[in-house]
């Protein structure tokens, strides 16, 4: 896990990359105005004020603390994670075969899955 510091940072590139500024982040989400200040003071925030942070900027409070590069929430699905190639055959309902890997093979089969569940 990284610093409450890189933590913070993570938070206000997302809100430049959203076009808001940290003080609306907090207000509108609802996590109180000092919160980041307070984080840069080296405080953590309470769960229910980071979740409500990570809700807001749409990401995964693992993704704000560094635990994951990835900043998509998990919503029960991992498709979107999963590697375009594999997407792919799955959606076409393409034969698995002898060139795949047994990783790739396990992909492709519970994308298909998904995809005849959808």
Not at 36 to 51: F, I, R, T, V, W
Not at 89 to 99: F, M, P, Q, V
Request: proline fraction near 3%; glycine fraction near 6%.
């Amino acid at each position: 896990m990284q610093s409450i510091q890189s933590t913070a940072k993570r938070i206000k590139e997302l809100c430049d990359m959203k076009g808001i500024s940290i003080n609306k982040m907090l207000i509108e989400s609802g996590a109180g105005a000092r919160t980041y200040h307070n984080m840069l003071a080296g405080s953590y925030p309470s769960m229910d004020k980071a979740a409500k942070i990570a809700d807001y900027l749409d990401c995964s409070i693992d993704y704000l603390l560094g635990r994951t590069d990835v900043p998509e929430v998990n919503r029960g699905d991992n498709y979107s994670q999963i590697p375009h190639y594999a997407q792919s055959a799955a959606s076409t309902g393409r034969e698995l075969g002898k060139s795949q890997s047994p990783d790739d093979v396990v992909e492709i089969t519970a994308l298909q899955e998904y995809e005849k569940n959808k």
